[in-house]
């Protein structure tokens, strides 16, 4: 098989108009869209309309009160304690919060409603709210603690949404971010004020380190999107060599050297999920290395992402050999040039690569769901919101499905050894 | 050592190759001569087990090759009548890669690499890229891939085509070197008459799907051992006068080039009176009059009343 993955891979490599395709085209799809959509995203406030629950784990009297007793601890001069004491109970970074979200710049565009967390997520559920903002148990004296003792990891706040990538929900994430920014940041300026060495760079460290959940941007999202419609090109390249292949009769030429024609087959799939492998390191990288789409400092994020990329790739590979098989058999080259020309953009669309999916008919999302593209695309989501094995369990699955699916009719339909077309 | 019988394939209108039954011996070399859609390449695919015929057989040693191909393949290299090379890979690349499907590796691999670039001349340009070789070049290295593996028999689909004059001699003559000295047997395609007179022992001649005559050159020839063939050349090109003297009686076939005309008459026919007659007449000039010993276009031209090529 090495002869033939030698030669496929350098056949790809040789062919500057292909690679251009393979590499060129995302990225440039990806800073378009990433730079356009940003835009649109946060500017568009018309369309940002959406009812959040709050829900509120924390009692802030009781923080307060907390926070008093330690200050009375502490034994500092009765002035400084009293005015510590003052502060913290004047500061209330819920109502800070509730303020600004229903403050006249956001024109009541998010209206609150106050639930209690069963009920917010059984809203969420049935969709009569679109996002829940729950303030965790121990927030205000989180915050508190921060802002006036300069000690603790800063304030959080969860957001959870039916679509986390909606551009709605990507407002109110970064209407929700730059909040908690604020308060952390307001924290590292009185550590500041208050004589602790503290430097600008570690300041601005403070600004950045928010732990609002994070939500997804335009750069990352067609980042993957445009990384998972781009790998499908890679099945009609290798399909369309394949037809060069038999067109030129070298095709003959390798069946009459009587090697196992398996072994042909087998370089095609191999050397499509290699190229695949190569695409998305080279995407995910440059992306981030760009435009800072994926913060590279997690070893357990990227190490989820090479695994979903690895079935994504395994996938392509038998998708490369499906048509491979079904261009040998037709002899013609019919079929990749019908799937680079139509397939994969209606691929691309339903699994999510320009726009969320989110308000589409359910039976356009099931199928979507089950392209090895959006499955791949939900994949990586809901690793980038969540990192937990369990999430990538349904969406891998249905890859490995389809993937087998594609081998097995590949492999029904590739010209047996001595078998003659 | 290799027999077709009856060996015939139908595609859905048309019958390309019709019960064709031809015979190679051991260290034989075979010509194939037909004009373009003769049905030479079909006859190639099926006897190198390429394409399944639709009735006939095809035996190596006698025994037939159409349910177990391995044997044929084993001894056999086919050099197709296209440019079957990765044009985006260097001679060496393609060569090497050939090689190894046919299972050679290191030592052996390099060795037989650079003895095949050789035997077609090509040593000093190796490296570079297929797409940018001259057509004779592409053509030399089309055979050196088919010798990555020594074969006993060498199939050539006209290998010829698109070639200039020199490639095209470095070509017949390594291919003859290759029968004579080394004993490969050689079937050898083409609408060429002269490669196959000078390269073949033996000629089948095609035409639309069947042997219509086979032998020895000289057998061959002997089909006009009745008739001459005179060939006049004039001043110009005379259409009507060319017509004419095609119906004149006694003359069995007549073809026109630009300014020349052949005719086959038979042995001892006296029709040059009458020629020059309606020559004069049409008030043409004859420049030169010439008898020729035949050659395998005539006896086409005998055969089928047409040329070997438009
Ligand atoms: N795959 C095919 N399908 C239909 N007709 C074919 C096919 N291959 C060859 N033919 C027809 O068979 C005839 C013989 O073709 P071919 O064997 O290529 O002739 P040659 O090699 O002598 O030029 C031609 O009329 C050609 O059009
Ligand atoms: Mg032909």
Not at chain 1, 307 to 325: E, N, Y
Not at chain 2, 45 to 56: E, F, V
Not at chain 2, 227 to 233: C, L
């Amino acid at each position: 098989m090495g002869a033939f993955l030698v030669k496929d891979i350098m056949l790809l490599l040789r062919d500057r108009s292909e690679l251009l395709v393979l590499l060129a085209m995302p990225f440039l799809l990806i800073a378009i869209l990433g730079f356009s959509l940003r835009g649109i995203f946060s500017g568009d406030l018309e369309a940002l309309e959406m009812d959040v629950a709050f829900v509120t784990l924390d009692d802030e009297a009781q923080a307060v009160e907390a926070i008093q007793n330690e200050i009375d601890a502490m034994g500092i001069p009765q002035a400084d304690a009293e005015a510590l004491k003052q502060a913290a109970a004047a500061i209330s970074p819920q109502t800070m919060l509730v303020s600004l979200l229903e403050s006249e710049n956001l024109d009541g565009l998010i209206p609150l409603q106050n639930m209690e967390q069963a009920q917010a997520a059984e809203g969420l559920e049935e969709e009569t709210v679109d996002a829940v903002i729950t303030i965790p148990d121990g927030f205000t004296e989180a915050a508190l603690r921060n802002m006036l003792f300069g000690s603790g990891d800063g304030t959080e706040l969860q957001m959870l949404a039916a679509d986390l990538t909606s551009p709605q929900a990507e407002v109110l994430n970064s209407i929700l971010e730059e909040f908690v920014g604020t308060v952390n940041f307001e924290a590292a300026i009185s550590r500041l004020a208050g004589g602790e060495t503290v430097t600008g760079a570690e300041v601005a460290g403070g600004v950045e380190t928010i732990t609002a959940r994070p939500p997804i941007s335009s750069f990352q999202y067609y980042t993957i999107g445009m990384a998972v419609m781009f790998v499908l090109f890679v099945g009609s390249t290798i399909a369309s060599q394949a037809n060069l292949e038999q067109k030129q009769m070298v095709f003959d030429r390798i069946l009459l050297s009587d090697r196992p024609p398996l072994l042909y087959l087998g370089s095609k799939a191999l050397a499509a999920s290699l190229i695949v492998l190569v695409q998305l390191i080279l995407l995910f990288d440059l992306s981030s290395l760009i435009f800072r789409t994926f913060s590279a400092d997690s070893w357990s994020f990227w190490f989820g992402v090479a695994i979903i990329s690895v079935v994504l790739a395994a996938a392509v590979g038998c998708l490369a050999a499906l048509m491979t098989s079904l261009t040998l058999r037709l002899q013609s080259d019919a079929v990749p040039s019908i799937f680079s020309g139509g397939v994969i953009a209606l691929m691309a669309f339903l699994g999510g690569s320009f726009m969320p999916m989110g308000g589409t008919p359910e039976i356009l999302q099931t199928i979507g769901n089950w392209t090895p593209n959006g499955a791949a695309m939900s994949a990586y989501f809901s690793w980038l919101l969540e990192p937990e094995a369990g999430n990538l369990a349904g969406p891998l699955t249905r890859i490995g499905i389809t993937a087998l699916l594609f081998l097995l009719v590949a492999l029904a339909v590739f010209p047996k050894k001595g078998e003659v077309l | 050592m290799l027999d077709t019988d009856k060996l015939t394939k139908k595609f859905k209108d048309t019958v390309a190759v019709d019960n064709v039954t031809i015979s190679l011996r051991q260290g034989e070399s075979v010509g194939l001569l037909g004009p373009n859609g003769a049905g030479k390449s079909t006859a190639i695919a099926m006897i190198s087990t390429l394409m399944k015929p639709t009735s006939g057989d095809v035996r190596l040693h006698g025994k037939s090759v159409l349910k177990n191909n391995g044997a044929m393949r084993a001894i056999l290299v086919v050099v197709p009548q296209k440019i079957a090379l990765y044009e985006e890979l260097s001679a060496y690349e393609n060569l090497k890669f050939f090689g190894r499907i046919y299972g050679l590796t290191g030592k052996k691999l390099e060795g037989q690499i650079q003895y095949v670039l050789e035997l077609v001349g090509l040593s000093d340009r190796q490296k570079e890229l297929v797409k940018n070789y001259s057509g004779g070049m592409q053509r030399r290295v089309n055979l050196a891939a088919a010798m990555m593996h020594e074969p006993e028999v060498l199939i050539m689909d006209e290998p010829t085509v698109g070639i200039d004059p020199q490639s095209r001699n470095h070509l017949l003559e390594t291919i003859r070197k290759l029968n004579r000295e080394q004993g490969m047997t050689v079937l050898y395609t083409s609408h060429y008459m002269e490669e196959v007179e000078k390269l073949c022992d033996r000629v089948y001649i095609m035409d639309h799907g069947k042997v219509i005559a086979s032998g020895t050159k000289e057998e061959l020839k002997g089909i006009l051992s009745e008739e001459e063939t005179v060939w006049i050349e004039f001043d110009k090109s005379y259409p009507k006068l060319f017509e004419k003297l095609g119906q004149i009686e006694g003359i069995q076939h007549a073809v026109t080039d630009e300014h020349s005309l052949k005719l086959i008459i038979p042995k001892g026919a006296r029709v040059l009176g009458t020629l020059f007659h309606e020559a004069e007449r049409y008030g043409a000039q004859i420049i030169n009059v010439n008898v020729q010993t035949p050659t395998l276009e005539d006896v086409f031209l005998r055969l089928t009343g047409r040329k070997l090529r438009d």
